[in-house]
């Protein structure tokens, strides 16, 4: 009962690893949070932040970005997310489709994965318009299904439909820890590991 002793490429694996993947977490802003339907907003913040400390935990290069804040129409990323990306600072933006940021573009780039996280509200706005760019741009997307919400529970499932149709591969926070722990014997973030859990099941 043991592990294979040569460790797979963790690079080139096939799955996300913290070596291969990023985080983009997009428009966690108090107005987006309050208007969404299809899922308790509770719930959905508790995901969104263990989402967001999964990224810390696996030191996952994160990119944080936020729309019309700057123009003093929107308010900044919600208090939950920011206390645990700290020194991850917010990229402000016009744009609907963050994909049409040269500075988020350029962050996402910058990172040097091709395998993209993403969590986004709304899930029929503003995660499809950067999931289909991205793809269409040659990266793997992989929507976090649970962090995200649409302002209808159809308007979500057609969000998700859609970018599935066109190559995303949906994950579950939960899925996503454990796809990116995978082996028992990596001790350092075993403990990490179990308070993120906890915390979420105790919500």
Known sequence: MASF???RNAVEDHLLTPQNAAMLII???PVQVSSIQSRPKREL???ITALARIARLYDL????TTVNVATGRNQPTIHQITEVLT????IDRTAIN???DEDFVGAVKATGRRKLVMAALWTEVCLVHPALDTLQAGFEVYPV???VGGTSLEAHDLGVQRVVQAGARPVSWVQLICELQR???RETTVPGFADILFAVEGH
């Open 27 to 29: 428009d966690f802003q």
């Open 87 to 90: 020194g991850v600072e917010p």
């Open 5 to 7: 002793p040569t460790v």
């Open 98 to 100: 963050a994909w049409e």
């Open 145 to 147: 299904v649970d962090c």
């Open 45 to 47: 913040v508790a995901n």
């Open 61 to 64: 290069p994160t990119v944080l």
């Open 183 to 185: 082996d028992w014997n």
